[in-house]
């Protein structure tokens, strides 16, 4: 069986870069799949993208709204899919995972209050299907526990450079991974314990505190500044001196150290009068990355799908883990303005069957203070054919 197999792939070598080559002539790549602008490629949004809720109200305890949506490729809704949610960062971290079922048009909704801490919660949705765990976006909910501090209304205003973070063990949240009744150790995976896949990502670590630059305009000239990094709720405040010049403008580097995922407000003031505010945003860019679909048998070409990238950026890996090459690819491929792309690949020829990882790479665009590269996987299992085996277990 093994030498028809080789003759076979072998065919193949020749034909599927042509045939990649011709997909791209047609224009094929570069074009978004059917899924909405701003919708992640693991087919699963979790709305809205931020809100804010009061921790008590008049009427009793403030409650978080959430809508998961769970479509196909083509963008149609999914029934009677099983959604879980959770808290992955925040105060609420102990929350018991909640689960919910789509309707008809594919919607399953979550509602949580808080356990009384101030802060922000980093929320996410997942479902399983035969093949993986799909992740979705991570949204954030603040939690007030009074009214919100705000900067008093002064013309001073503050610019940062940059104004995110992107931590390297932001891919591990943002990638889906294969279903974990497919694997059973010993397989050629990274595994916990209890046996489901974790990411250890590859791109460039990130540094052990953030360099923010903080530029300040219409403060006091010839004032002292004091720069508070995470002073919004709940935040673990540190403080920086700077001071303004003759017209009342200031610049400084601040390092605090890291926090994890969500909002942190920054506030500089002078204490005359003069105070201002802006927004540090971690991570960047939260990607998204799949393949449809997502089985196939060696030499097969299936589609990437990519999502959630910087937009005009150039992907700079594309490869299946660890390090192995895709022929026919385009030699300069590049995202669209919402960040996405689609592309056909070549399934590795070998007759090893079992599941692989393909990865996508794209520089963060706001320079080397910002964190690490913008990093997304995605699994595919090899199979015999198109139709996934029940009960498939890969074995070496």
């Known amino acids: 069986m093994r030498r028809p197999r080789r003759a076979a792939a072998a065919y193949l070598t020749g034909i599927a870069p042509i045939l990649m080559l011709a997909l791209v002539q047609s224009g ?14 693991s087919r699963i949004k979790l709305d809205p993208a931020a809100q804010v809720v009061n921790i008590s109200t008049a009427g009793g305890p403030g409650v978080a709204a959430l809508s998961a949506t769970v479509v196909t490729f083509g963008g149609a809704p999914l029934q009677n899919v099983s959604v879980t949610f959770s808290v992955l960062y925040g105060p609420d ?46 949204p954030d909910v603040t939690w007030l526990s009074g009214p919100p501090v705000t900067a008093i209304a002064s013309p001073a205003a503050i610019t940062l450079s940059p104004s995110c973070f992107q931590p390297a063990t932001a891919a591990a949240a943002t990638s889906d991974v294969i279903n974990p009744v ?38 006091n000239p ?4 004091l720069i508070s990094f995470d002073v919004g709720p709940g935040g673990t405040p540190e403080s920086f001196q700077t001071r303004t010049d003759g017209f009342g403008h200031f610049n400084a ?34 990607p998204s990355l799949a393949l449809d679909p997502p089985t196939g048998p060696p030499g097969f070409v299936p589609f990437i799908v990519g999502t959630g990238f910087p937009a005009n950026g150039q992907v700079v890996v594309l490869r299946w883990t660890p390090g192995l090459p895709i022929p026919g690819l ?7 303005g ?5 592309l056909p690949v070549l399934v590795m020829y070998h007759d090893i069957l079992g599941p692989r990882q393909l990865q996508a790479i794209v520089p963060n665009p706001y320079g080397p203070n910002a964190g690490a590269a ?18 498939f277990v890969y074995r070496r």
Do not use: W
């Not at 460039?204 to 305009?217: H, Q």
């Open 28 to 41: 094929v790549v570069g074009v978004q799949a059917a899924l909405a602008p701003g919708f992640p490629a």
């Open 253 to 286: 580097d601040i390092t605090p150290t890291q926090r994890l995922e969500g909002l942190h407000v920054i506030r500089a003031d002078d204490f005359k009068q003069r105070e201002a505010q802006a927004t540090y945003t971690i991570p960047c860019f939260q």
């Open 222 to 225: 010839f004032s002292s500044v």
């Open 338 to 342: 919402n960040g996405a792309f689609r």
């Open 182 to 219: 497919l694997v059973r150790p010993p397989a050629p995976l990274r595994l916990r314990s209890s046996g489901v896949q974790t990411l250890q990502p590859s791109a460039s670590p990130a540094t052990p505190k953030y360099t923010i630059n903080v530029d300040g305009v219409n403060f």
């Open 93 to 138: 971290t102990d929350l018991k995972p909640l689960t919910a079922t789509t309707d008809k048009t594919g919607k399953a909704g979550f509602r949580y209050t808080s356990s009384g801490s101030p802060g922000t919660d980093v929320v996410q949705a997942t479902f399983l299907d035969a093949n993986e765990i799909h992740r979705s976006n991570r």
């Open 374 to 391: 913008v990093e997304a996987e995605a699994p595919f299992l090899v199979t015999l054919g198109r139709a996934q085996p029940s009960e």
């Open 330 to 336: 385009p030699t300069k491929l590049m995202t669209d």
